[in-house]
């Protein structure tokens, strides 16, 4: 079993920045996989960025602007996304996602409001 609790969300002008944080508890010692979606309205949710072994991977529209990184603690993963010269398209509830071994359960986060607006 694993939780996931995203927090950092919230309302910023374009051009502005916002730190996304994920906290993962439970069996992390099992976590192989873990990533940032997002879900518009009206649009599927889509892959932002992802972590993965300590290889990342972006999604073309974040390159350059967004990074992804990850930090262990004793009883915590923490999963971050920094998120700079933040657009109105970036406008989303985002999720953290994350997988166990084995059996490849994958955990999603209740996700957190990103607002980009003047």
């Known amino acids: 079993q694993l939780q996931l609790v995203e927090s950092g969300g919230g309302l910023v002008q374009p051009g502005g920045s916002l730190r996304l944080s994920c906290a993962a508890s439970?069996?992390?010692?099992?976590?192989?996989?873990m990533g940032w979606y997002r879900q518009a309205p009206g649009k599927q949710r889509e892959l932002v960025a992802t972590?993965?072994?300590?290889?990342?991977?972006?999604a073309d529209s974040v390159k350059g602007r967004f990074a992804i990184s990850r930090q262990n603690a004793k009883n915590t993963v923490y999963l971050y996304l920094q998120m700079d010269s933040l657009k109105p398209e970036d406008t989303a509830v985002y999720y953290c996602r994350s997988t166990l071994v084995p059996g490849q359960n994958e955990y999603w986060g209740q996700g957190t409001q990103v607002t980009v607006s003047s």
């Open positions: 972590h993965n072994f300590g290889i990342t991977n972006y």
């Open positions: 439970g069996s992390i010692f099992r976590i192989n996989f």
